[in-house]
């Protein structure tokens, strides 16, 4: 392909979520925007000055519009938190300041700001009075704002009023905010940071949006406007195509377009093996909305609610009228079929306030069932619902991130408590609702035998499982190359877990992302697992290769990969089986540029 000559650029990252667009691109700035020390000549001085201004003008006017929209959202008390931003802006000590360093010291208008934002700020961090040093997050903000816009940058805020379709260009996005877009003016994302099981990517999946993360600094390389071809299936981003380009890509849409219609017949066909293993196929989901899709793209149910994205981008907690509304509606739509939902997993990189000071190693911090056994009464609130909506069709429950068994006891304890309480209430509840357990910490793996016998369902988290049992963060892209679910380690607790749980006779599912993964999925059923479930959008696919495949070659690869030692030789046999019962999951852009048609 020709490349830099014509103005081209590659870069390559992690492909996280799949699909194709093209257009233009908006580069969003960083949370804190990194400010190059450039000295000026003296005849720069004037005109960096007025940048100056020019920035602290377009800042005041994005302040008072945020203010005004807030005032209609929220009333006036939110509202005034702007006062003083617009204060800041004001501030002849600080205009003085940075001005003074640009004529006198001859730096760049955005270097000057930064030495003086920043003085402002240790001084006020340093003082003991509590409220002045509340002040520092505001400072921040505006510190931020003005910095964005010296550098030509947008604001992440900006994202959810976007006005053109575009492809978004950041250095990272938080779950939060990635929920918040637009699929109608989001045509793709791509991150320097991130990694494929990263809730930004997961979402994205959700979202059907396409995405590439771990591009390092490609939101520094970048400018907004540039014309961008972006291959989620591949983790490719060029700027400036050449027409070449657009060619092939568009070959490669047209495979990719037939493929989606030949998937799309097997709606209604049940995944079932070639030699008749039949194994459930659910779908997860993040929003009650996605319900819709559910039956639409072939899945048989819910196997993961992500109910925390209820409680995300808000002031105040759900309460459980509302909650109950969500699972109701989710319930309703599928029942007879199953609808898991997990009880909140909050902490990790999802939080319910975004300013609150954040632990220092989240993942390993207060986190789904602790932060829960914690803050009992948002834990009860959230039991309440689930057993009022179990009323309206098949739903079940389960516990994220258990670690040890009392934890599974004091849970069980307030939801026998909450049942009381409904029932004395006249409230019905399915009173033999089926509550399991998420298995995604090494130690519950340890202690399956025992968790079998509290659970009614086990749960593979594998996202989790493979973090912390291969110490492999799952949002570093620095480290994302380790995160190897064919781990022969992952692999034998997979085997334990199911061991354990079939020698009781529950079953278990994989709700993590090696369940949407069509190379492994062979491999997981002959483990022994009888569920999956997987983002929606997957489901069509995961359903072709159960389809295509045999149990008994599948059972004859986990033999294989059970006494293997390395993860690469498992995951090459797991590529070379399923490419050879279904070649044509995987079409990659190299194909095209070789084939004539
Ligand atoms: C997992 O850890 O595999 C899982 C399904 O949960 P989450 O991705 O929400 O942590
Ligand atoms: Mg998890």
């Keep these: ?3 830099a000559s014509l103005g081209e650029i590659v870069l390559k990252g992690i492909p996280v979520s799949a699909g194709l667009c093209q257009g233009k691109i908006l580069v969003i700035g960083r949370i804190q925007p990194k400010v190059e020390c450039r000295r000026i000549t003296p005849a720069e001085v004037e005109s960096q000055i007025k940048r100056f201004q020019n920035a602290l003008i377009k800042t005041r006017g994005q302040i008072l519009e945020t203010q005004k929209k807030v005032f209609e959202k929220m009333g ?6 702007f006062d003083a931003h617009i204060l800041m802006l004001e501030d002849p000590l600080l205009i003085e300041e940075v001005t003074s360093v640009i004529s006198d010291e001859n730096y760049c208008a955005e270097y000057a700001f930064h030495l003086a934002s ?11 009075d509590e409220l002045l040093r509340e002040r520092v997050a505001d400072i921040q903000d505006v510190r931020n ?11 992440e805020s900006f994202l959810s009023n976007l006005q053109e379709p575009c492809i978004i260009v950041c250095h990272n996005l938080s779950p939060s905010i990635t929920a918040m877009l637009d699929r109608n003016k989001v045509l793709g994302f791509a991150t320097d940071l991130g990694s494929q099981t990263s809730h930004t990517a997961i979402l994205a999946r959700s979202l059907q949006i396409p995405a590439i993360v771990g591009l390092q600094d490609a939101s520094f390389q970048l400018s907004t406007g540039q014309f961008a071809l972006l291959d989620g299936h591949d983790g490719i981003l060029i700027i400036n195509p050449t027409d070449y380009a657009l060619y092939i890509y568009g070959k490669f849409a047209k495979k990719k377009a037939d493929l989606q219609e030949r998937l799309a017949d097997l709606m209604d066909k049940v995944p079932i093996t070639l030699d008749g293993k039949r194994v459930r196929l659910l779908a ?6 996605e319900v819709d899709n559910v039956f639409k793209f072939g899945a048989e149910g819910i196997g993961l609610f992500r109910t925390e994205y209820l409680f995300l981008n808000r002031k105040d907690i759900p309460n459980e009228e ?4 969500a699972y109701y509606k989710v319930a309703n739509a599928l029942k007879p079929n199953p609808v898991v939902i997990r009880t909140l997993d909050i902490g990790g990189d999802k939080f319910i306030s975004e300013d609150k000071p954040q632990e220092v190693n989240s993942f390993l911090g207060c986190r789904a069932i602790r932060f829960c056994l914690e803050q009992k009464d948002i834990f009860r609130a959230q039991l309440r619902a689930i057993l009022r909506a179990s009323s309206a069709g098949n739903v079940k429950m389960m516990y994220p991130m258990i670690s040890r068994l009392e934890e599974v006891i004091e849970a069980n304890q307030i939801v026998e408590e909450c049942k009381n309480q409904l029932l004395s209430e006249g409230k019905q509840i399915n009173n033999s609702i089926d509550i399991g357990i998420m298995v995604e910490v090494p130690s519950a793996v340890m202690i399956a035998d025992t968790l079998a016998k509290y659970a009614r369902f086990f749960s593979l988290g594998t996202n989790d499982l493979i973090q912390y049992s291969l110490a492999i963060d799952r949002l570093n892209e620095k480290v994302a190359y380790l995160y190897q679910p064919t781990s022969p380690a992952i692999l034998k607790m997979i085997k334990v877990v199911v061991e354990s749980a079939h020698k009781k006779g529950i079953t278990v599912c994989v709700c993590g992302e090696m369940a949407g993964d069509v190379s492994l999925v062979p491999l997981l059923i002959g483990l022994g697992v009888d569920e999956l479930s997987v983002a929606i959008a997957v489901v069509p696919q995961i359903k072709y290769i159960i389809r295509k495949m045999l149990l008994s070659e599948a059972q004859a690869l986990a033999e294989f990969a059970i006494e293997s030692e390395s993860a690469t030789d498992i995951l090459n046999k797991c590529n070379e089986y399923s490419r050879s019962i279904a070649p044509e999951m995987f079409e990659h852009i190299e194909n095209n540029k070789n084939s004539n048609h």
Aim: proline share 2%; charged share 35%; glycine share 2%.
């Design 1 to 3: 392909m020709p490349n």
């Design 76 to 81: 006036s008390k939110d509202a005034c938190i």
């Design 118 to 128: 920043e003085k402002y700020i240790k001084a006020l961090s340093a003082i003991k």
């Design 145 to 155: 704002r003005v910095l964005n816009n010296l550098l030509g940058r947008e604001q």
């Design 284 to 289: 997860n989901i993040e929003r009650a909305e």
């Design 322 to 325: 509302e909650q109950y509304e």
